[in-house]
């Protein structure tokens, strides 16, 4: 456990972190641009989510609509995760202190368990199903728990805001 403590305090008191505690206008850009990029990441999902319940795009295949939409989650993700470790590094103590930020991060994780076990079952026989109106129950069920997830993930990162307690 001190290895990981050591490593929190090494980016802690880094000067990238000391920069976006100290500057007023690095932390809310970054923010900002977390805050994008996590929009940029759950709408591309909703777009998937709501073909896998049949309720949007039912005229495109499952298969040709992830192929189109992922490029844009897995770039936003990217950016969002960098700009998130930026804001984590500025007061890594007080995020990890704080509830809301612990079920974001298993919340996320959740997520991309939803996303695999998709992918290892449901996905498996797509060229059977991708181009109903209404895909398998097993699909719907992934697409409806994966914005359930994902509501989540966005409730807990704006409570994150309004309960740090920050120097």
């Given amino acids: 456990m001190s290895y990981l403590q050591d490593l929190i305090a090494f980016f802690e008191d880094s000067g990238i972190a000391d920069s976006i505690r100290e ?6 850009t970054i923010e900002s641009v977390h805050v994008i990029a996590i929009c ?3 709408g591309s999902i909703l777009v ?11 005229n495109r295949p499952v298969g040709r609509l992830s192929r189109a939409v992922l490029p844009v989650t897995w770039g936003a993700f990217a950016i969002a995760v960098s700009s998130g470790f930026l804001l984590f ?12 930020f612990d079920a974001k991060l298993v919340l996320i994780c959740a997520a991309g368990l939803n996303m695999i076990v998709f992918h290892a079952i449901s996905a498996k026989d797509l ?3 991708e181009k109903q109106k209404s895909p398998p129950l097993r699909a719907r069920i992934a697409g409806a728990l ?4 994902w509501i989540a993930v966005v409730a807990c990162g704006r409570w994150i805001g ?3 307690q920050v120097l």
């Fill in 23 to 28: 500057n007023d206008i690095l932390f809310p």
């Fill in 40 to 42: 940029l990441v759950i």
């Fill in 48 to 58: 998937l989510d709501l073909r896998l319940l049949g309720f949007a795009s039912t």
């Fill in 89 to 100: 590094i500025s007061n890594a103590t007080k995020y990890l202190a704080n509830g809301y």
């Fill in 127 to 129: 060229p059977q199903w």
């Fill in 146 to 149: 994966s914005i359930l997830l």
């Fill in 162 to 164: 309004f309960t740090m």
